[in-house]
């Protein structure tokens, strides 16, 4: 089994309905992360967790929200999508210790909102 | 916030021959990472520098923390085709839960 699956892989959706994305992973990490990729601007975080129920907002934070309700399944909701939502959004984990950066990435939701 | 700068933003290189790029940031990183993307799937750790002046290979890849702390350097020796896709760097971003800000990119185009 792949460590990060995120569903769906692909989605087209309209203008004002809301939309979540779901990550789930295996490898038991602590740490979750969803971040939206867009030409020009590289990743950029939008929410992050640091435990089941406990996360908080990273730089592009608006018109998302986020929950974790188990260590394995980190949801991302857009609550009425706009079309400057379109994008690649990744999900990646983390496992413990200070120093260790070495994210796993899941294969990416692509979003198009019409 | 922390913004890392990275160039060239594309490179389209002949197989065989060899890539540099770098990132520059306006702040102090004690941690530097270099992510290589494929096309169609998630970023994957190529190297992570943890101190300033280390020079870490990982095959045909070479990176460097730069002196200053304020930049990075990724090169790549005798490029093939499998080397396409996006190159990030990425640097911790405040100090708590491993949060990371990450360089525009770089795209690299292989001809065989």
């Known amino acids: 089994d792949a460590g990060i699956t995120q569903s769906p892989r692909h989605k087209v959706t309209e203008t004002g309905t809301p939309v979540t994305l779901r990550c789930h992973q295996t490898?038991?990490?602590?740490?979750m992360y969803w971040y939206r990729q867009d030409p020009g601007h590289g990743l950029r975080l939008i929410h992050y967790?640091?435990?089941?129920?406990?996360?908080d907002k990273g730089e592009v934070s608006d018109g998302y929200s986020v929950s974790r309700s188990k260590t394995e399944d980190f949801l991302l909701t857009l609550e009425s999508a706009t079309s400057s939502q379109t994008s690649v959004y990744f999900c990646?984990?983390?496992?413990?210790?200070?120093?260790?950066?070495?994210?796993?990435f899941g294969s990416g939701t692509r979003l198009t909102v019409v | 916030g922390q913004q890392l700068n990275q160039s060239p933003q594309s490179m389209f290189i002949q197989e065989g021959e060899d890539v540099s790029m770098n990132c520059t940031s306006s702040?102090?990183?004690?941690?530097w990472l270099w992510y290589k993307q494929d096309p169609g799937e998630g970023p994957v750790l190529l190297i992570a520098l943890y101190k300033a002046g280390e020079l870490t290979s990982n095959g045909r890849l070479t990176a460097q923390f730069g002196i200053t702390r304020k930049d990075s350097f990724l090169n790549i020796s005798a490029s093939i085709p499998s080397d396409v896709g996006i190159y990030f760097c990425a640097g911790p971003s405040g100090t708590s839960y491993g949060k990371l800000t990450f360089g525009q990119g770089t795209i690299l185009t292989v001809h065989p």
């Open positions: 967790s640091y435990g089941v129920k406990d996360t």
């Open positions: 490898e038991n990490h602590r740490y």
């Open positions: 990646a984990t983390k496992g413990q210790g200070a120093t260790n950066y070495g994210y796993t």
């Open positions: 702040s102090i990183f004690n941690t």
